[in-house]
Nanobody, 124 residues
């Protein structure tokens, strides 16, 4: 059974930082490209960051570029999203996703598995 379990969300003031983690089980983690998406109330799910299965290619949404960093630890079957200089507009439920692919994916329909999401709230 494939499981993606996010953690690390919470309430933070604008300008602060959070680090999200996503623990993956039930798949050969190193074969999967990983991504982070988010969904704010009343809005569609949007791409945040993605990386190739090797960790060598990184992609970011323009809205988070320079503030967020995606990384992975294949030994721990975990992907991370370091979020710095948080803004109120970053408030959303954040989801990690896994795609059986060497290449990073930025479109949600190209992902095979999803986590349940973790809430991030940034106060002004």
């Amino acid at each position: 059974q494939v499981q993606l379990v996010e953690s690390g969300g919470g309430l933070v003031q604008a300008g602060g930082s959070l680090r999200l983690s996503c623990a993956v089980s039930g798949v050969i983690f190193s074969s999967y490209a990983m991504g982070w998406f988010r969904q704010a109330p009343g809005k569609e799910r949007e791409f945040v960051a993605a990386m190739a299965s090797s960790g060598g290619r990184l992609y970011y949404a323009d809205s988070v570029k320079g503030r967020f960093i995606i990384s992975r630890d294949n030994a721990k079957n975990t992907v991370y999203l370091q979020m710095n200089s948080l803004k109120p507009e970053d408030t959303a439920v954040y989801y990690c996703a896994a795609a059986l692919s060497t290449y990073a994916r930025i479109i949600s329909r190209n992902y095979d598995y999803w986590g349940q999401g973790t809430q991030v709230t940034v106060s002004s």
